[in-house]
């Protein structure tokens, strides 16, 4: 599956939007994007162009976003995601843009110009999201197998067969947890 640079930068930060608040996790879990500093952090360590001062507004929008591309994630099928997926693009009110700022190779900007930073996301995170229900890859949008983790994640592996957000720590983790049951039912 080919993914352009800026897609996959859009992928990264719809990603890390939904990892701020781990789904499946005990009720009251860390929700890590409650203030405008955090907000700011999110802003600045996924490069949001074009975001001028934010205001507690911003974060409350930013966080319905965050919900509903959760929802992306959680669909069911390939329509299901089309639906939530036009709805959430067509309220962020996108004007597709060629530009090469700052250096970058000719792309396309979906958020308008003058768009909030949750308007910002929506478009450019929506359109990235609808790449991918368009190339048939809807199922590499994942929520990491282990039961106390639920990250999401966007499976780039070949062959689709990625379960965990990272193997190291998560799947690693699995696996330890699997073979001690397995000796304590051998030394049982
Ligand atoms: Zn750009
Ligand atoms: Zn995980």
Request: glycine letters at 6%.
């Given at each position: 599956m ?71 994630f959680?669909a069911g099928d390939d329509?299901?995601a ?50 991918i229900v368009?190339a048939g890859e809807r199922e590499r949008l994942r929520r ?10 966007v499976d780039?592996?070949?062959?689709r067969s990625r ?26």
């Open positions: 080919l993914i352009t640079h800026d897609t996959r930068c859009a992928l990264d930060a719809v990603v890390d939007l939904l990892n701020t608040a781990p789904e499946g996790e005990a009720p009251g879990a860390p929700d890590s994007l409650t203030d405008l500093s955090a907000l700011q952090d999110f802003v600045r360590r996924n490069d949001v162009s074009g975001v001028g001062a934010l205001a507690a507004n911003d974060l409350a929008a930013v966080r319905t976003v965050r919900a509903r591309f959760a929802q992306v959680a329509r299901a089309a639906e939530q997926l036009n709805a959430l693009v067509a309220s962020a009110g996108t004007t597709p843009q060629l530009t090469d700022h700052d250096g970058y190779d000719w792309h396309v900007h979906y958020f308008a110009p003058d768009a909030s930073v949750a308007d910002h996301l929506a478009a450019d995170g929506g359109m990235a999201l609808a790449f368009v990491c197998e282990a039961p106390d983790c639920r990250h999401a994640f780039l592996s070949r062959n379960r965990y957000c990272d193997s190291r720590t998560c799947g690693n983790r699995l696996h330890v947890a699997a073979y001690r049951a397995r000796r304590r039912e051998a030394a049982g």
